[in-house]
Nanobody, 124 residues
Framework: QVHLVESGGGLVQAGASLELTCELS????????VGWFRQSPGNEREFVAA????????YYATFARGRFTISRDNAKNTVYLQMGGLKPEDTAVYYC?????????????????WGQGTQVTVSS
């Protein structure tokens, strides 16, 4: 069993920055990939960013590219999502997910484990 715990969400004004943290524990696999997704009321869960175990390969949704940065510290089993230039439309619950055999990092079904989510609210 693998547990993921997100933190770092909150209420901020437009233009602010936030850093989300995803801590993994339990039977973590040596080659797992991690992704961030978000979901707002009435909308489907959408891909935000993902990172391979090596940390050398990252993936971003179009809206995230240039504003968000995903990184990881494997020694700490932690993945980060640095978000800048936040907009009201970024308001959502942000989830991290981990998978042993992720091929298509943008697809939620590829991931095996999910955290409980952290709320990000951006006021205008």
């Amino acid at each position: 069993q693998v547990h993921l715990v997100e933190s770092g969400g909150g209420l901020v004004q437009a233009g602010a920055s936030l850093e989300l943290t995803c801590e993994l524990s339990g039977r973590t696999h040596s080659s797992w990939g991690v992704g961030w997704f978000r979901q707002s009321p009435g909308n489907e869960r959408e891909f935000v960013a993902a990172i391979r175990y090596s940390g050398l390969t990252t993936y971003y949704a179009t809206f995230a590219r240039g504003r968000f940065t995903i990184s990881r510290d494997n020694a700490k089993n932690t993945v980060y999502l640095q978000m800048g230039g936040l907009k009201p439309e970024d308001t959502a619950v942000y989830y991290c997910a981990a998978g042993y055999t992720v091929v298509v990092f943008t697809t939620p079904e590829q991931y095996d484990y999910w955290g409980q989510g952290t709320q990000v609210t951006v006021s205008s």
